[in-house]
C-alpha cells in the first residue's frame, strides 16, 4: 500500500491546490488586495504556508493577514504578486528600547514578530534596507542559521550599524550618516526582523533621545526627521498599533519550513507530484533569496504560472503595443501563441521588408513625370514654393501670434531701396526704413557665411572654425529660426527691442524691428563729439531697465536664453532714455537638457573669461558682461583703454576690482561729473549709491561663476540703490 497509495493521495491534494483558484467559495480579494494563488483565503484555497486571513478592522473595513500567525498581531498585507517577481507587501513593527532621565531601560521590544513559520518568506535584500536611530546606538539583526553545532556563531551573518550624538543639533533631517541615524543595505537570506541593541556609555540626561530604533523598511519609503527621535516614545499599544514599516518579502516554494538543506530546488521540483508551476507555459526559477523555487510565465506569455484555469500564463498580443516588437513601418506584425511575426506589405520583401522597386528607379520614374508635368504646373509650382517657403519659416506660427508680414517688394520701398545702413551683426545688416503708418523702422537681413564669425581684435584668441556644409546649413537657418522664435515670445517687455514684423518670401526671413531713436549708449558714454550729461539716476535707471530684460530672458517658463553679447553699443536709448536691449542674434536658446551654449558672437571687452577657457557659455557669462557695463556706466571708461604713459592697455574689470580691493571704494575711477567728491549731503550719498554700484559690479565679474548675483538679484540690488538715491532727490 503505503507508497503507492501514499503517493496517489499527494497527487490528489495537489490536483486540489491547483484548481483551487476556480473552487467556489474562494476569495479573490480582500479590503482591495488581490490573492492570486498560491495564496489564499479559507481552507483549502491556498498552497501551504500560503494562506491569508481576512479580518474586520475597527471601522468595519477589509484587512487581509498574513496567517499563521503566533505573536502579537495580525500582520497586515499591501500587496501580493506573482509575476513578474514573486513579492508579500506588508506593515511590520518597529524595534525599540527606552531610557528614563537616569539611564536606566525603561522597556525594549526586538521587533520579533513570527510571520514565517512555515518559511515561505525571506525578507528581500534588493528593495529593502535596515535604520538605526538613536544617540548612542549600535543595532544588528541576523539571519541564516548555521546547523553545525561547533560554529563559531548560531547564524551566518549579522548586519547592522552605529549611531552617535551627543548634542540635539547633531541629527539633521534628511542626513542619515551616523549622526543620531544610521542605515546599511541587508544581505539576502534574512527570514525575520528581530533586533539586538547594544550601548557604549550611559544615557542619562539624553531627553532629546529618550529611545533607540531599528527597523527594516522598502527602499525609498523612509527619509530621517530629527523629530523621530523624540516623537515616538512608546505607549501602551501592541507594537503593530504603534509605528510600523512598510517593506518587501520575498517568497518561494520551499520544504521543510524553508531548511537550506532539504528543501528541493528547479532541478527535482517537476517530478514531485506537489510541483507548484501548473500552467502548461509556465517555467520553473530556482530562488535567489534563500532555497526553493518560484514559477514565472515562459516568454511570450502572461498570468499566473501557479493554475491551470482562469488567470493561467495566457499569450501575450506583441502586436498591441509598438514597443513589444520591432516590424518595420514596410510590414505588418502578425501574433502568434507565445510570439509574433512580421509579414511584408503588398511590393516589399526581404527580411526588413524592402520595396520590390528600388528607390533609384522611383526618382527616375518621378522625375520624368514631373518633366512632363511641369509645363502645365509652373503657375502651380510658383504657388506650393511660396507656400513651402512661408511654411518653412514658421508662418502659420507668425499669423496665430498677430504678426505683421512683409512682401519684398513692400521691404525695398520701406527702406527706399536698402540706401541707409545702419550697422551689420553677426547675421546680417541692418537698415533704417519707414513704414505706411509713418514710424521709422529697422529693417534686419540676413548674410550667409561659410566661417564662423568672430571680431577681429580676438582672432589670435579663438581661431575661426569651419563649418561642414551640411552642418553649416542648420547654423545658418536654424539659428535665424531660432531668433525669430525668441523675438516674437519676448518682444513685448518694455525693455527689449520689439519686433514689428518679417518677410516670409526669402529663404531666411528678413526681420522688421521698432526703430530706437537716440542712438546706443556707447555712443552716449564715449563719443568724441558730444560729451556725456547722463545723470546719476538717469544712469541707474539705464541699468536696471538694461537689467530688468536680461533677467526677463533668464526666466522664460519652459526655456532659458542666453543674449550672448552684452555691452554699451547693443543697449538703445529712446528719446526719453528709456533703455532698449537689442542684438539678440547671438544669443543661443538653452534647452532644457542642455546647460552649455559653446558659440556666441561676443566682444573680448565684455567676455568672462572662463568663457575663454571652458567654451561654455552659460547665464553667469551674461551676468558678467553686465558687470562691465555696469562700470562703464559709473566710471565712463572703456572695458578697455590705452594710457600711453603706463606703456600699455588697461583692462576695466582688473583695474576697477584693484581699485575697490586697495581702497575700498572706486572713487579714483568714478566719472567726475557725477558729483560724489563734495561733504553736502547730496555728493555723500552719490558716493554711497556708487559704491554700492561698484561692489555690485565686482559681484558680477567673481571669477567662480557660482558666487556671481542672477540677474533677477542684480534687479533687486539696482532698485534699492534708486531708493537710497531717490531719498536725496525728492
Given at each position: 500500500?503505503?507508497?503507492?497509495?501514499?503517493?496517489?493521495?499527494?497527487?490528489?491534494?495537489?490536483?486540489?491546490?491547483?484548481?483551487?483558484?476556480?473552487?467556489?467559495?474562494?476569495?479573490?480579494?480582500?479590503?482591495?488586495?488581490?490573492?492570486?494563488?498560491?495564496?489564499?483565503?479559507?481552507?483549502?484555497?491556498?498552497?501551504?504556508?500560503?494562506?491569508?486571513?481576512?479580518?474586520?478592522?475597527?471601522?468595519?473595513?477589509?484587512?487581509?493577514?498574513?496567517?499563521?500567525?503566533?505573536?502579537?498581531?495580525?500582520?497586515?498585507?499591501?500587496?501580493?504578486?506573482?509575476?513578474?517577481?514573486?513579492?508579500?507587501?506588508?506593515?511590520?513593527?518597529?524595534?525599540?528600547?527606552?531610557?528614563?532621565?537616569?539611564?536606566?531601560?525603561?522597556?525594549?521590544?526586538?521587533?520579533?514578530?513570527?510571520?514565517?513559520?512555515?518559511?515561505?518568506?525571506?525578507?528581500?535584500?534588493?528593495?529593502?534596507?535596515?535604520?538605526?536611530?538613536?544617540?548612542?546606538?549600535?543595532?544588528?539583526?541576523?539571519?541564516?542559521?548555521?546547523?553545525?553545532?561547533?560554529?563559531?556563531?548560531?547564524?551566518?551573518?549579522?548586519?547592522?550599524?552605529?549611531?552617535?550624538?551627543?548634542?540635539?543639533?547633531?541629527?539633521?533631517?534628511?542626513?542619515?550618516?551616523?549622526l543620531g541615524c544610521c542605515r546599511v543595505d541587508i544581505?539576502?537570506?534574512?527570514?525575520?526582523?528581530?533586533?539586538?541593541?547594544?550601548?557604549?556609555?550611559?544615557?542619562?540626561?539624553?531627553?532629546?533621545?529618550?529611545?533607540?530604533?531599528?527597523?527594516?523598511?522598502?527602499?525609498?519609503?523612509?527619509?530621517?526627521?530629527?523629530?523621530?527621535?523624540?516623537?515616538?516614545?512608546?505607549?501602551?499599544?501592541?507594537?503593530?498599533?504603534?509605528?510600523?514599516?512598510?517593506?518587501?518579502?520575498?517568497?518561494?516554494?520551499?520544504?521543510?519550513?524553508?531548511?537550506?538543506?532539504?528543501?528541493?530546488?528547479?532541478?527535482?521540483?517537476?517530478?514531485?507530484?506537489?510541483?507548484?508551476?501548473?500552467?502548461?507555459?509556465?517555467?520553473?526559477?530556482?530562488?535567489?533569496?534563500?532555497?526553493?523555487?518560484?514559477?514565472?510565465?515562459?516568454?511570450?506569455?502572461?498570468?499566473?504560472?501557479?493554475?491551470?484555469?482562469?488567470?493561467?500564463?495566457?499569450?501575450?498580443?506583441?502586436?498591441?503595443?509598438?514597443?513589444?516588437?520591432?516590424?518595420?513601418?514596410?510590414?505588418?506584425?502578425?501574433?502568434?501563441?507565445?510570439?509574433?511575426?512580421?509579414?511584408?506589405?503588398?511590393?516589399?520583401?526581404?527580411?526588413?521588408?524592402?520595396?520590390?522597386?528600388?528607390?533609384?528607379?522611383?526618382?527616375?520614374?518621378?522625375?520624368?513625370?514631373?518633366?512632363?508635368?511641369?509645363?502645365?504646373?509652373?503657375?502651380?509650382?510658383?504657388?506650393?514654393?511660396?507656400?513651402?517657403?512661408?511654411?518653412?519659416?514658421?508662418?502659420?506660427?507668425?499669423?496665430?501670434?498677430?504678426?505683421?508680414?512683409?512682401?519684398?517688394?513692400?521691404?525695398?520701398?520701406?527702406?527706399?531701396?536698402?540706401?541707409?545702413?545702419?550697422?551689420?551683426?553677426?547675421?546680417?545688416?541692418?537698415?533704417?526704413?519707414?513704414?505706411?503708418?509713418?514710424?521709422?523702422?529697422?529693417?534686419?537681413?540676413?548674410?550667409?557665411?561659410?566661417?564662423?564669425?568672430?571680431?577681429?581684435?580676438?582672432?589670435?584668441?579663438?581661431?575661426?572654425?569651419?563649418?561642414?556644409?551640411?552642418?553649416?546649413?542648420?547654423?545658418?537657418?536654424?539659428?535665424?529660426?531660432?531668433?525669430?522664435?525668441?523675438?516674437?515670445?519676448?518682444?513685448?517687455?518694455?525693455?527689449?527691442?520689439?519686433?514689428?514684423?518679417?518677410?516670409?518670401?526669402?529663404?531666411?526671413?528678413?526681420?522688421?524691428?521698432?526703430?530706437?531713436?537716440?542712438?546706443?549708449?556707447?555712443?552716449?558714454?564715449?563719443?568724441?563729439?558730444?560729451?556725456?550729461?547722463?545723470?546719476?539716476?538717469?544712469?541707474?535707471?539705464?541699468?536696471?531697465?538694461?537689467?530688468?530684460?536680461?533677467?526677463?530672458?533668464?526666466?522664460?517658463?519652459?526655456?532659458?536664453?542666453?543674449?550672448?553679447?552684452?555691452?554699451?553699443?547693443?543697449?538703445?536709448?529712446?528719446?526719453?532714455?528709456?533703455?532698449?536691449?537689442?542684438?539678440?542674434?547671438?544669443?543661443?536658446?538653452?534647452?532644457?537638457?542642455?546647460?552649455?551654449?559653446?558659440?556666441?558672437?561676443?566682444?573680448?571687452?565684455?567676455?568672462?573669461?572662463?568663457?575663454?577657457?571652458?567654451?561654455?557659455?552659460?547665464?553667469?557669462?551674461?551676468?558678467?558682461?553686465?558687470?562691465?557695463?555696469?562700470?562703464?556706466?559709473?566710471?565712463?571708461?572703456?572695458?578697455?583703454?590705452?594710457?600711453?604713459?603706463?606703456?600699455?592697455?588697461?583692462?576695466?574689470?582688473?583695474?576697477?576690482?584693484?581699485?575697490?580691493?586697495?581702497?575700498?571704494?572706486?572713487?579714483?575711477?568714478?566719472?567726475s561729473r557725477l558729483d560724489f567728491s563734495g561733504e553736502?549731503?547730496?555728493?555723500?550719498?552719490?558716493?554711497?549709491?556708487?559704491?554700492?554700484?561698484?561692489?555690485?559690479?565686482?559681484?558680477?565679474?567673481?571669477?567662480?561663476?557660482?558666487?556671481?548675483?542672477?540677474?533677477?538679484?542684480?534687479?533687486?540690488?539696482?532698485?534699492?540703490?534708486?531708493?537710497?538715491?531717490?531719498?536725496?532727490?525728492?
Amino acid at each position: 500500500m503505503s507508497s503507492l497509495l501514499l503517493r496517489v493521495l499527494l497527487i490528489q491534494l495537489a490536483a486540489v491546490e491547483c484548481l483551487s483558484a476556480a473552487i467556489p467559495g474562494c476569495l479573490t480579494q480582500c479590503g482591495g488586495v488581490e490573492i492570486p494563488y498560491p495564496f489564499g483565503v479559507g481552507t483549502n484555497c491556498s498552497r501551504k504556508g500560503f494562506r491569508i486571513k481576512c479580518i474586520n478592522g475597527s471601522a468595519g473595513e477589509e484587512i487581509p493577514v498574513l496567517l499563521p500567525t503566533t505573536r502579537y498581531q495580525n500582520i497586515r498585507v499591501l500587496n501580493l504578486s506573482v509575476s513578474p517577481l514573486p513579492e508579500a507587501r506588508v506593515l511590520l513593527p518597529v524595534a525599540w528600547q527606552c531610557f528614563n532621565a537616569a539611564g536606566g531601560v525603561t522597556g525594549i521590544y526586538s521587533g520579533d514578530v513570527d510571520f514565517n513559520p512555515e518559511g515561505v518568506y525571506r525578507i528581500s535584500n534588493t528593495q529593502n534596507e535596515l535604520f538605526v536611530l538613536g544617540c548612542d546606538t549600535y543595532a544588528f539583526t541576523k539571519g541564516v542559521r548555521v546547523h553545525n553545532v561547533n560554529a563559531r556563531f548560531p547564524y551566518r551573518y549579522f548586519t547592522g550599524c552605529i549611531t552617535v550624538s551627543v548634542d540635539d543639533k547633531d541629527p539633521r533631517d534628511g542626513a542619515c550618516a551616523g549622526l543620531g541615524c544610521c542605515r546599511v543595505d541587508i544581505p539576502p537570506g534574512i527570514t525575520d526582523t528581530s533586533m539586538t541593541f547594544s550601548s557604549t556609555w550611559t544615557r542619562a540626561n539624553q531627553t532629546f533621545c529618550p529611545c533607540d530604533y531599528a527597523f527594516i523598511v522598502e527602499k525609498g519609503n523612509y527619509t530621517f526627521k530629527a523629530s523621530d527621535l523624540v516623537s515616538h516614545t512608546p505607549d501602551n499599544r501592541l507594537p503593530l498599533d504603534w509605528w510600523t514599516m512598510p517593506l518587501r518579502l520575498d517568497w518561494a516554494i520551499r520544504d521543510n519550513n524553508g531548511d537550506s538543506m532539504t528543501s528541493i530546488s528547479c532541478a527535482q521540483a517537476p517530478n514531485e507530484p506537489d510541483y507548484g508551476c501548473r500552467s502548461k507555459h509556465s517555467e520553473c526559477t530556482n530562488s535567489t533569496n534563500g532555497p526553493g523555487y518560484f514559477c514565472k510565465c515562459a516568454h511570450g506569455y502572461d498570468g499566473n504560472p501557479y493554475v491551470q484555469s482562469d488567470g493561467e500564463c495566457t499569450n501575450i498580443n506583441e502586436c498591441q503595443d509598438p514597443k513589444s516588437h520591432n516590424c518595420s513601418s514596410g510590414s505588418k506584425c502578425i501574433d502568434t501563441d507565445g510570439g509574433y511575426y512580421c509579414q511584408c506589405n503588398f511590393f516589399r520583401r526581404g527580411q526588413q521588408c524592402d520595396p520590390l522597386i528600388p528607390m533609384a528607379a522611383v526618382a527616375l520614374l518621378t522625375t520624368f513625370a514631373a518633366v512632363v508635368l511641369g509645363c502645365v504646373a509652373i503657375v502651380l509650382l510658383q504657388t506650393l514654393n511660396n507656400r513651402k517657403r512661408f511654411n518653412r519659416n514658421g508662418g502659420k506660427l507668425l499669423n496665430a501670434q498677430g504678426i505683421t508680414t512683409y512682401t519684398k517688394r513692400e521691404l525695398k520701398k520701406i527702406t527706399n531701396g536698402y540706401s541707409k545702413r545702419l550697422g551689420g551683426g553677426h547675421f546680417g545688416n541692418v537698415y533704417e526704413g519707414t513704414i505706411v503708418d509713418g514710424r521709422k523702422v529697422a529693417v534686419k537681413c540676413p548674410m550667409r557665411t561659410r566661417v564662423s564669425s568672430h571680431r577681429c581684435h580676438w582672432k589670435n584668441l579663438i581661431r575661426p572654425r569651419r563649418v561642414p556644409l551640411p552642418q553649416q546649413r542648420v547654423e545658418e537657418d536654424g539659428s535665424f529660426m531660432n531668433e525669430i522664435r525668441f523675438q516674437f515670445e519676448v518682444s513685448r517687455h518694455k525693455n527689449l527691442v520689439q519686433l514689428l514684423g518679417c518677410c516670409l518670401e526669402t529663404d531666411i526671413p528678413i526681420l522688421v524691428f521698432e526703430f530706437v531713436a537716440n542712438g546706443s549708449l556707447e555712443d552716449i558714454l564715449h563719443s568724441a563729439k558730444k560729451p556725456c550729461t547722463l545723470s546719476l539716476p538717469e544712469r541707474l535707471d539705464i541699468a536696471i531697465g538694461s537689467a530688468e530684460a536680461i533677467a526677463y530672458m533668464h526666466s522664460l517658463d519652459n526655456q532659458k536664453r542666453v543674449h550672448g553679447d552684452i555691452k554699451p553699443s547693443n543697449i538703445l536709448l529712446d528719446d526719453d532714455l528709456n533703455p532698449k536691449v537689442s542684438d539678440f542674434g547671438s544669443s543661443k536658446l538653452l534647452a532644457i537638457h542642455s546647460y552649455y551654449v559653446r558659440a556666441v558672437a561676443a566682444d573680448i571687452g565684455y567676455m568672462d573669461p572662463l568663457y575663454m577657457k571652458t567654451e561654455h557659455f552659460t547665464l553667469e557669462c551674461d551676468v558678467y558682461s553686465f558687470g562691465v557695463v555696469l562700470l562703464e556706466l559709473i566710471t565712463r571708461r572703456r572695458a578697455s583703454w590705452y594710457e600711453q604713459d603706463q606703456q600699455g592697455n588697461k583692462i576695466l574689470p582688473i583695474e576697477f576690482v584693484k581699485c575697490f580691493k586697495d581702497h575700498g571704494s572706486g572713487c579714483a575711477m568714478y566719472d567726475s561729473r557725477l558729483d560724489f567728491s563734495g561733504e553736502d549731503t547730496q555728493s555723500r550719498c552719490n558716493k554711497r549709491c556708487l559704491d554700492m554700484i561698484g561692489m555690485l559690479a565686482v559681484r558680477c565679474l567673481k571669477e567662480d561663476k557660482r558666487e556671481r548675483p542672477t540677474m533677477a538679484e542684480v534687479v533687486e540690488e539696482l532698485k534699492r540703490v534708486k531708493v537710497l538715491l531717490l531719498g536725496t532727490h525728492i
